[in-house]
């Protein structure tokens, strides 16, 4: 699923509307934590549906054109565009700290439901799992964020059937079929039915133009279907608004956004781990600051098992030989010395002798799986160590 959000900059609605909008959506929320039972609430949707929520909803069609609800809960939250009770757009890294993380999606934080057709139900979510409590701050923001969806999606009050059935566009408003899209229980196939009609016809549905096919073999002549709108269980590049520029943009561009925001993430992880190197072992954390990712692969002489080593050290994934004195002088030169890695081209160089008797008498083959049997064996030893002090006892 690419949970990433487009770069062009939305059309915000008239101010007076927006606040009019917002007044409605605020006064139906929970005030505190005590309207959260067992991490949920329900909001009354009846003094919803007046003339201010139609008017947001027909400029939305409008401007935009129809929202599709199904691909909300995959949107990525901290790059989605939304705007305020004033009309400006909200900034929700700032306005949400607590649920906009650079990998969060709305379906990570919060689920909803029509219990019934003037009753929504919010399920507070917790990386995609229902949590029971929730602290007073992040019920605020989740009431906020709440609000905000509302407001800019003023169809999520209206009880439809966008998940429950796939989009067929077509210039025949009234024809007579249903296309339900592929479920649990049948993940391969969506089910054709026709209004009048007790039969159905199971569609393959691997992708939308194979599905596509399908359609117009199974109707005929009865609809002219000229398209499949973008559901998330046949497509992977979501499509939020149906209109008719929404495939402007060339998949170049996607692709540019999708990667910046993977760039962001690899930094937020390169930070974590010399967080974790510098808590774990600072003099390691110091030398492995002197060694920069891009001169690995300009050392001299280097072998290939040297510098998947020192990768796997400055990624915290394998750092047996950082507890030598020597090993860690030799970060603080300006090139790593070819002796280094001849010293270390030999599987568990570093061990002792003993160690070396264990680890080929255990049938271990890699480094890794060294690392892993060592630490096994030490946390034997010190349970047998605690359980024979209690028998003391």
């Not at 705007?83 to 400006?88: A, F, L, R």
């Not at 408003?173 to 009609?197: C, E, F, N």
């Not at 929404?246 to 561009?253: I, L, T």
Request: aromatic fraction near 8%.
């Amino acid at each position: 699923m690419l949970q990433v959000a487009g770069a062009d900059i939305l059309d915000m609605p008239p101010s007076g509307m927006a606040a009019s909008m917002h007044a409605l959506a605020v006064s139906t929320l929970p005030c505190s934590t005590a309207e959260w039972n067992e991490g949920g609430c329900v909001i009354d949707t009846s003094c919803l549906k007046g003339h201010a929520t139609a008017a947001l909803r027909d400029w939305c069609r409008t401007t935009r054109g129809v929202v599709c609800l199904e691909w909300l809960p995959y949107l990525s939250l901290s790059t989605l565009q939304l705007y305020d009770s004033n009309g400006g757009q909200v900034d929700v890294r700032t306005a949400l700290p607590l649920l906009a993380a650079p990998d969060t999606i709305i379906g990570d934080v919060l689920n909803w439901s029509h219990i019934n057709s003037d009753h929504l139900a919010f399920q507070a979510l917790c990386g995609g799992l229902p949590v029971s409590k929730i602290s007073s701050s992040r019920a605020a923001q989740l009431s906020r964020l709440i609000a905000l969806l509302i407001c800019n999606f003023p169809s999520i009050v209206y009880a439809t059937a966008c998940h429950l059935e796939l989009r067929m566009l077509s210039p025949q408003q009234d024809h007579p079929h249903i296309l339900t899209p592929p479920s649990l229980a049948s993940p391969t196939h969506a089910l054709l039915t026709t209004v009048g009609s007790s039969s159905s016809y199971p569609l393959l549905a691997f992708s939308s133009p194979g599905l596509l096919a399908e359609a117009h073999r199974a109707t005929g002549s009865t609809a002219r279907i000229t398209g499949i709108h973008p559901h998330p269980t046949i497509a992977r590049l979501g499509c939020l608004w149906v209109g008719h520029r929404r495939w402007k943009r060339d998949c170049k561009h996607y692709k540019a956004v999708a990667a910046a925001v993977s760039r962001e993430k690899g930094k937020v992880n390169l930070q974590q781990r010399a967080l974790d190197w510098a808590l774990e072992a600072p003099c390691a954390h110091r030398a492995l600051e002197r060694l920069q990712w891009t001169d690995i692969r300009r050392i001299v002489g280097i072998s290939s098992w040297g510098e998947r080593l020192l990768y796997r050290i400055k990624a915290l994934g394998h750092h047996g030989d950082l507890q030598v004195p020597a090993s860690l002088l030799q970060f603080y030169l300006s090139v790593v010395p070819p002796g280094f890695f001849t010293r270390l081209d030999q599987e568990f160089s570093w061990y002792q002798l003993h160690a070396r008797n264990e680890l080929s008498g255990s049938g271990v083959v890699n480094t890794l799986t060294a690392i892993l049997t060592l630490r096994r064996v030490v946390f034997k030893r010190l349970w047998l160590c605690v359980f024979a002090k209690r028998i003391g006892q």
